[in-house]
C-alpha cells in the first residue's frame, strides 16, 4: 500500500490522525508550503485553543447553573446538562489531542491513547446526537400530548434516560478500541508511525465504517427528530386556528414557552447537523475513494475546515441558550461577572416569573384547575 493511500484514511470521525505536512510534500512549490504550514502549525492550533477556552467556559457555567439552580432541575435542562456534559468530555481529551498533532508528523501518543481517543470522541458524538432526539421527543410530548401529567419521578425518569443514552454511546464506541491499532510503516527509508482506525488488510472495512457511522450518527436520528418536528409544527399550526378569539393571558405564556423550548431544541438540532455534516460527507468520500488520494489545495482546506467545524460544535449550545433564553442568559451574568442580588432574592424573582405552571391542551381549550391535575408542568428555560 502506498504511502499516501495510508494516510488520506488516517484523518476520519473517530479520531485518528494523519501527516498533513505530508499530505501536501508533492503538491505545492517551497513557498506555499511555508504558507501551509505557518497555517497548520500556528493558526489552526491558535483556532483550537479558542475552541477549548471558550466551549470550557460556556458548558462549565452551564452545568453549574442547573446544579446550582433548583428551579431549573426540569426536564429539558435535565437532558441539557447530558449534551454539555458529553461536549466537556471532548473538548479536555479530544480536541488538545487533535491540535497537538499540527506539531508532529506522526503519532507519538501510544497504542492506548489510539484506542481511547476515538471510543470518546465517538461516546462524545454520540450522546449529543442522542440526548438531541431524546430532546426532540420530550418536547413532541409536551406539545403534541400536554394532557399527560408529569409526575413526581419525572426528574428521575429522565436522569435515567440520560445515563441509559452515555451508556449505549459508550457501548456503541467500543469497536473502535478493538480495531484501532498503532502501526510502522517503512516508506523511502522511513519508518513512519501511525494511529489507524481499522485493519489495513480489509478495504471494504472502511466502506461499512463510514455508512454505518453516518446512519446511526446523523441521519437516522436527525430522521426521527424531523418526524417529532414535523409533528410539532403541524400541532402548534392547527392549534393556531383553533384557539378561540378570547384566550387567558395563562394560555397565551403557555403556548409561547412551548414554543420557545422547541426552537431551542431545534436550534441545537441544526447546529450539530451543521458542524458535524461536513466531516461526515468527508469521511464517507474518502472511504469510497480509497485508492485514489486528491491532494489538491481545495480538499485539504475542506479537511482543516471540517475537523475545526466538527470541534466548534462543542462550544455554541450555552451560547445559542444564552441567545435564546432570557432567564438563561441572567443567570449565565450572575455567574460569570460574579454580581446580582442575594441567592434568596434571586432565586424568589426567578420562581416568580417561572412559576410552575400546569399546561393546557393546545388541541382543547380545557381550563388548568387549581390543584394542577389539568396537565403537564411546564419549567422555563
Request: charged share 15%; glycine share 4%.
Amino acid at each position: 500500500m502506498a504511502m499516501d493511500e495510508l494516510l488520506k484514511n488516517l484523518s476520519h470521525l473517530p479520531g485518528n490522525f494523519s501527516a498533513l505536512f505530508n499530505f501536501t510534500e508533492d503538491v505545492f512549490t517551497a513557498e506555499d508550503r511555508e504558507t501551509m504550514e505557518f497555517i497548520i502549525r500556528c493558526v489552526i492550533p491558535s483556532v483550537y485553543i479558542l475552541i477549548i477556552t471558550v466551549g470550557l467556559l460556556g458548558n462549565i457555567t452551564l452545568v453549574k447553573i442547573f446544579i446550582t439552580n433548583s428551579a431549573m432541575r426540569s426536564v429539558p435542562n435535565i437532558f441539557i446538562s447530558s449534551l454539555a456534559a458529553g461536549d466537556l468530555l471532548l473538548l479536555v481529551t479530544c480536541v488538545p489531542m487533535d491540535a497537538f498533532r499540527y506539531f508532529f508528523e506522526e503519532w507519538i501518543f501510544g497504542t492506548l491513547a489510539c484506542k481511547l481517543i476515538p471510543v470518546i470522541q465517538l461516546t462524545s458524538v454520540g450522546v449529543s446526537v442522542f440526548t438531541l432526539t431524546a430532546l426532540s421527543a420530550d418536547r413532541y410530548k409536551a406539545i403534541v400530548n400536554p394532557m399527560d401529567i408529569q409526575t413526581s419521578s419525572a426528574v428521575f425518569w429522565t436522569c435515567l434516560k440520560a445515563v441509559s443514552i452515555w451508556f449505549i454511546s459508550v457501548l456503541l464506541a467500543i469497536p473502535e478500541a478493538i480495531f484501532s491499532q498503532v502501526v510502522h510503516i517503512q516508506d523511502k527509508n522511513v519508518t513512519f508511525t501511525a494511529c489507524v482506525p481499522y485493519p489495513l488488510s480489509n478495504e471494504m472495512h472502511p466502506k461499512i465504517h463510514s455508512v454505518m457511522i453516518f446512519l446511526v450518527y446523523f441521519l437516522i436520528p436527525l430522521g426521527v427528530i424531523s418526524i417529532y418536528y414535523y409533528h410539532i409544527a403541524r400541532t402548534l399550526i392547527k392549534s393556531a386556528h383553533d384557539m378561540p378569539g378570547e384566550v387567558s393571558e395563562h394560555t397565551k405564556r403557555q403556548m409561547e414557552t412551548r414554543k420557545r423550548l422547541a426552537k431551542i431544541v431545534l436550534v441545537f438540532v441544526g447546529l450539530f447537523a451543521l458542524c458535524w455534516f461536513p466531516n461526515h460527507v468527508l469521511y464517507l468520500y474518502r472511504s469510497f475513494n480509497y485508492r485514489h488520494i486528491d491532494s489538491s489545495l481545495p480538499h485539504l482546506v475542506v479537511t482543516l475546515v471540517a475537523r475545526v467545524l466538527s470541534f466548534s460544535g462543542s462550544c455554541v449550545n450555552p451560547f445559542a441558550l444564552y441567545l435564546l433564553s432570557e432567564s438563561f442568559r441572567r443567570h449565565f451574568n450572575s455567574h460569570l461577572c460574579c454580581r446580582g442580588r442575594p441567592q434568596r432574592e434571586r432565586s424568589t424573582s426567578y420562581l416568580q416569573s417561572t412559576s410552575a405552571v400546569r399546561m393546557t391542551s393546545i388541541k382543547k381549550n380545557t381550563p388548568t384547575t387549581a390543584n394542577g391535575h389539568g396537565g403537564k408542568q411546564e419549567v422555563y428555560l
